[in-house]
């Protein structure tokens, strides 16, 4: 088999900058090529964005063998573009497009419902500020969220990350920062926390209206949070007070459950895409097993509450699920599922959601505390949980276009 001839590079070469721009309507395209096909030019860069029904087209082309062929080409694609209302606009030089630079991100930034300038400007500063340029940019997302996306070259990932958290914690906006490469679109692994994230309820509050101590639940819930006792503590003080329920309460307390917007979108697209998805829980494993089932979800773990003789005894069995133990599961699925920590997603809200949040390749505070936003990665502050999706480079019209909304 024969190897290719390794074409010359374009360094130094003349070349031409071809920008069409006007009302969109079918043929443009085609149209501009069938014109620069007459003088034989090859096509070394193309880029087209229509917005609002206005065409940009940017063609980059060698120039033409012999200074009257380039005063003919750039006649011919004049007369061309008039009789369609377009403007044309032809631009000399040498080369191809400058190298982008070492250390690549994508960086993506939502705002509700819409993006300010002003938060936009104050991203693309700090960009600037920490060394790195804006090569693209282009939309994800126009309802019910703004979510645009930025290829940034220049600075490492690891370095831009802190610098754009800072400024969008000062500009009201989320932005998320991940590294460029093949990496991002391959088999990975996303793992949520159940109770204010996956779903709308703290499931040990449903029970506990079942059990009418929900006042005496909400004070346990307060003590933990003032630091007066850790989850495990405060856990087996919550599920105490549901000794005696009757086993029947968990098909209602299931029942009850609320998906948070979003949710069956986000893991349906995630499945459709090859990701493996999984929920840990600090809750109990009488929901988890339910939501794993409906969801077609690859791995689910959570505490389980103990029914002796069908009724709950008011103790957990089993391996415990807090905070160490959320970060302990997410290694075991990620071993599990054949993909690399570097490779996994966890999105979770509270403070026992950080270990597992710091040691993925993402971890995603959604809708969270703020000692939680401070730690994150990054940070969702919009209820729906799809938003996701944009985050990992994933847009709306895509989703769409599989019939994948909820």
Known sequence: MSTPQATRPLDDQPTLLVKIFGKDRPGITAGLFETLAAYGVDVIDIEQVVTRGRITLCVLVTQPQGPEHEGALRATVHSWAEPFGLEAEIISGRGDNRPRGRGRSHV?????????????????????????????????????????????????????????????????????????????????????????????????????????????????????????????????????????????????????????????????????????????????????????????????????????DGRLTGRVVGEMVDRAGKARLLRRFAEQAGVPLSQTVAIGDGANDLDMLNAAGLGVAFNAKPVVREAAHTSVNVPFLDTVLYLLGISREEVEAAGLLD
């Open 108 to 308: 993506t930034v939502l705002g509700q419902p819409l993006l300010a300038a002003d938060a936009t400007s104050r991203i693309a500063s700090a960009i600037a500020g920490a060394g790195g340029n804006i090569d693209r940019i282009f939309r994800l997302a126009k309802y019910p969220v703004t979510a645009v996306e930025f290829d940034v070259s220049g600075v490492d990932t690891a370095t831009l990350r802190p610098e754009l958290a800072l400024e969008a914690a000062r500009s009201g906006v989320d932005v998320a920062v991940v590294g460029a490469g093949l990496q991002r679109r391959a088999q990975r692994l996303v793992v949520m926390d159940v109770d204010s994230t996956l779903i709308q309820d703290e499931v040990i509050e449903l029970f506990a209206g079942h059990a009418d101590c929900e006042a005496q639940v909400a004070e346990v819930t307060a003590r933990a949070m003032r630091g007066e006792l850790d989850f495990a503590q405060s856990l087996h003080a919550r599920v105490e007070l549901l000794k005696g329920l009757d086993a029947s309460v968990v098909d209602k307390v299931r029942a009850q459950v609320r998906l948070t917007p979003g949710a069956r979108t986000l893991v349906r697209t995630l499945k459709r895409l090859g990701f493996q998805v999984g929920v840990v829980s600090g809750g109990f494993t009488q929901v988890t097993d339910g939501l794993r089932e409906e969801l077609n979800l690859d791995f689910a773990a959570a505490n389980t509450l103990e029914v002796v």
